[in-house]
């Protein structure tokens, strides 16, 4: 059973940043792909960004890219969220997630973490 954990959350001002943190109970990130998602309240569960494990490759949703960097360090098993220019609409309980496919669908994610809360204010 793999078990992740974020941390990283916290409040910061518009076009401030934070770096989001996952790290993974197992030694490796064996799984496919590692994914950052977000709920906002009242709203849906939204896919942020993703990673294949085996190869870096990367993929964005549109509202993020190009604000947004995710990365791994392999040694720490753990996978990081850089966010830069922040939006109070980018405020949300942030989630990353392991899937044995790649995917932006978080019905296909087998593992999920308790969340981090971010906060953006105007």
């Known amino acids: 059973q793999v078990q992740l954990v974020e941390s990283g959350g916290g409040l910061v001002q518009a076009g401030g940043s934070l770096r989001l943190s996952c790290a993974a109970s197992?030694?490796?990130?064996?799984?496919?792909?590692v994914g950052w998602f977000r709920q906002a309240p009242g709203k849906e569960r939204e896919f942020v960004a993703r990673?294949?494990?085996?190869?870096?490759?990367?993929y964005y949703a549109d509202s993020v890219k190009g604000r947004f960097t995710i990365s791994r360090d392999n040694a720490k098993n753990t996978v990081y969220l850089q966010m830069n220019s922040l939006k109070p609409e980018d405020t949300a309980l942030y989630y990353c997630a392991a899937a044995k496919v790649p995917t932006v669908a978080a019905g296909r994610y087998d593992y999920w973490g308790q969340g981090t809360q971010v906060t953006v204010s105007s």
């Open positions: 990673m294949i494990w085996t190869t870096d490759s990367t």
């Open positions: 197992e030694r490796t990130f064996s799984y496919y792909s």
